[in-house]
């Protein structure tokens, strides 16, 4: 016997419907290299990248939630035309008053454009140290990727509330229609469950977006000017009569650009720890309803969906593990932190999953620290992910300017003795990787 209570399933259809709106709303920030180096515009690309991906998601999910806000209100909207129709069968029978007009159709909002994954460049914009300092100051110096930050942070914030409201709907819909409201609640709470994770993501890009922005300025604070080396070139040449004067130049030459390996090698490492361990793309949300159960509900199942989040029609298979949608498990028992699907962790607890994370990382491995300087390294690295990046890798920064000759590379290679430690310390990075340390607290 159905016992539908339609103000209240309306009212939870509305909230639903406004939920929606909100959750296929995500920022839409386009990042600009905070400099012009390949470091920085390579992570510029990877944050364009992961955020259409995750904004795609966020708007799958939303179409889905308006589609079932109208079977929803399709369903009291059936209810209460029955009920009249039969009450007008007997003589003095009352029934509720005959809605005036079935509910609109769902809405579609069309998902966004996902850049290709970005290539690395070929390293020859840094093995200069002067024009490496040129580069690291002419981008936008992190304007734009504060600002996607500060949107997906507020993002976050919003789709806390959304997921409150998800729950609240789901018990409420229980209530307001049985028997089928406890299959429907129990779908809506799998969703309510997803946008959770996925707001526990959302907070790690914006976090992961600030520590670009952190990094990137300590990097140009570090590095020595584009001044300071030219200077020291010119003196290299200037006192090739004098030979203390000349040693002298030359030693200095070497410290700025040992210093510059050093500061360009941190930059590389913290963004490669960082971003290997979070860039992966996120699942797809369940579904709610079928198709055919919405007023002018789209029919896809003859098209090809499985590139909407950016990835290849092979390797998109939407909830492969998403497990709140397809193995039953109680939405209720899911750990906060469950892990996106598309990725394997290896046993470092590094994610790896020859996506945007791995192919950034895999790009910038390559990248030297001072003691290389002597010695040309070759493009084209292994994915530490386990497969090969699809892009050519940076090379090492090997050389200088081709007028300093063979004198100054011998008093470069003799510099730093201890400069073949190229490893990142974490606690130095910014949070991005690594459990939580980047994951804003509110969501349960």
């Known amino acids: 016997m159905v016992d539908l209570k339609p103000d209240e399933l309306t009212n939870a259809a509305t909230r639903l419907g406004q939920t929606a709106a909100t959750v296929r709303n995500p920022p ?52 209460l035309t029955g009920d009249v129709d ?13 809605p005036s007009s079935p509910p609109s159709p769902a809405t579609e909002t069309a998902l966004r454009d996902v850049p290709a994954a970005p290539e690395a460049g070929d390293g020859s914009d840094l093995t200069d140290p ?20 500060d949107q997906w942070q507020r993002a976050y914030d919003t789709l806390a509330a959304d997921f409150a ?41 914006a976090s992961a977006a600030r520590g670009y922005v952190d990094a990137h300025k300590t990097a140009v604070r570090d590095h020595p000017t584009a001044q300071e080396v030219r200077t020291a070139k010119d003196d290299v040449v200037n006192t090739q009569g004098d030979a203390v004067a000349h ?22 490492g913290t963004m490669e720890l960082n971003a290997a361990a979070k860039m992966t793309e996120p699942a797809a949300a369940p579904d709610l309803v079928a198709d055919s159960a919405t007023p002018g509900g789209a029919d896809t199942s003859g098209q090809d969906t499985s590139g909407q989040n950016g990835s290849d029609a092979d390797t998109a298979d939407a909830a492969d593990s998403e497990t709140t949608a397809e193995d ?23 994610t790896s999953d020859n996506g945007l994370g791995s192919q950034l990382s895999s790009a910038l491995q390559s990248l030297p620290n001072s003691s290389s300087l002597s010695s040309p390294s070759t493009a084209g690295t292994t994915d530490t992910g386990g497969g090969s990046t699809g892009g050519s890798a940076m090379p090492g920064l090997s050389g200088l300017s081709p007028t300093l000759g063979a004198a100054q590379k011998q008093a470069l290679d003799e ?9 990142v310390d974490p606690d130095e990075a910014f949070p991005f990787g690594g459990g939580d340390a980047g994951i804003p607290a509110g969501v349960p």
């Open 328 to 350: 039953g498990t109680d939405p209720a028992t899911e750990t906060a932190a469950d892990t996106e699907t598309g990725a394997g962790t290896d046993d470092s607890g590094v």
């Open 28 to 79: 839409s920030v386009a990042v600009q290299g905070a400099g012009a180096d390949s470091i920085s515009t390579w992570a510029a690309a990877t944050f364009n990248r992961a955020g259409a991906q995750m904004a795609n998601a966020l708007i799958g999910a939303g179409n889905e939630m308006d589609r079932a806000g109208v079977a929803m209100l399709q369903a009291v909207y059936d209810y």
């Open 247 to 268: 040693q002298a130049a030359v030693d200095k030459l070497a410290t700025l650009t040992t210093t510059s390996s050093t500061v360009l090698q941190t930059y590389r």
């Open 86 to 98: 039969i009450a007008g069968r007997f003589p003095g029978a009352a029934a509720a008053e005959r």
């Open 165 to 205: 409201t998800m729950e609240s709907v789901s018990g409420q819909v229980r209530t307001a229609w049985a028997p089928i409201g406890s299959g429907v609640s129990t779908n809506l709470t799998q969703s309510a469950y997803w946008l959770r994770d996925r707001t526990q993501t959302v907070g790690s890009l």
């Open 415 to 423: 510099a730093d003795p201890d400069a073949d430690d190229d490893s």
């Open 130 to 149: 002067e024009q490496a300092a040129t580069l690291l100051n002419s981008g936008d110096n992190g304007a734009s990727a504060q600002d996607f930050a």
